[in-house]
């Protein structure tokens, strides 16, 4: 499998809060599906597309398919990373593949991706709109 272009990923750092956990400090598991949303989002604006502009054009890209595979819990007061790297080998509508670690990569937390079609206004699924083919073809590297 070839390595993604460098430029279709985002790193995001946050601290992890005391709401994101449960009684025993532990990040709740659901919080890791926020951080996803989180590392997309940040990605597209690293990419000079923020995802309200995306909406504004009378698209939406929810969520149809979530994977989450939780390797290490993230604690209170943790410094991690979100990585979101955009799959370009996926076709139907767009895949984000999702890292978690800590901030000095030395411990995996968790690992993901979710998919997303592409719906217009009435709620129909559409193709991948042109202009989000540009903008992934120029940030591609060869």
Not at 35 to 44: A, D, K, P
């Amino acid at each position: 499998m070839n390595p993604q272009p460098t430029t279709l990923s985002h790193s995001t750092s946050y601290r992890v809060i005391y709401g994101d956990t449960d009684t025993m400090g532990v990040v709740y598991h659901a919080n890791y599906l926020r951080w996803f949303e989180i590392g997309r989002t940040e990605l597209f604006r690293h990419l000079g597309l923020p995802y309200r502009e995306i909406e504004a054009r009378g698209l939406m890209l929810p969520v149809s398919e979530v994977k989450c595979k939780y390797l290490t819990p993230a604690r209170y007061d943790d410094l991690i990373v979100i990585e979101a790297i955009l799959n370009t080998g996926f076709r139907a509508g767009m895949q984000f593949d999702y890292t978690i670690t800590s901030q000095d990569g030395a411990v995996i937390h968790t690992t993901g991706y979710t998919r997303h079609a592409f719906i217009n206004g009435k709620g129909k699924v559409v193709r991948p709109p042109a202009f989000i083919r540009d903008l992934i073809k120029g940030n591609m590297q060869d």
